[in-house]
C-alpha cells in the first residue's frame, strides 16, 4: 500500500479567513488543473479541547507526490499567505500510510 499524509498543526485567531483563503486555494487549483499532483484529500478540523488549535490532514498519493505539490508556485503562496494568520509557526507531520480500515 502507498501513500502519504501531512498533517499540519496551526494555532490562529482568523479562523475565518483561513477558510476564505483556503478556499480561494482549492478553486483556483481546481480551475487550473495542469495535471500536477494534487491531494487526494484535504479535511480542516478544529480542536474541540484547545479553542484556536486547528489542523489540516491532507492525504496524497505518494511522498513524492506531496513534495511535488509542496514545490509548486501557489502553493509557496498560499503558505505565505496562510502564515501571515497564524498565531505562530505550524508543526508539520509527515506520515507515511499504513494501513487503511
Do not use: W
Not at 16 to 44: C, F, H, I, N, W
Request: hydrophobic share 35%; glycine share 4%; with cysteine.
Amino acid at each position: 500500500m502507498t501513500g502519504f499524509v501531512q498533517i499540519i498543526e496551526y494555532r490562529t485567531s482568523k479562523p475565518d479567513e483561513v477558510q476564505a483563503l483556503s478556499e480561494d486555494y482549492r478553486k483556483a487549483r481546481e480551475t487550473e488543473d495542469d495535471g500536477s499532483p494534487a491531494p487526494a484529500r484535504v479535511m480542516a478540523c478544529a480542536d474541540r479541547d484547545h479553542p484556536g488549535r486547528y489542523f489540516s490532514i491532507v492525504e496524497f498519493d505518494s511522498a513524492e507526490a506531496a513534495m511535488e505539490n509542496s514545490s509548486r508556485t501557489d502553493t509557496n503562496d498560499f503558505a505565505a499567505k496562510m502564515m501571515e494568520l497564524c498565531d505562530g509557526p505550524p508543526t508539520f507531520y509527515n506520515l507515511d500510510l499504513l494501513q487503511e480500515m
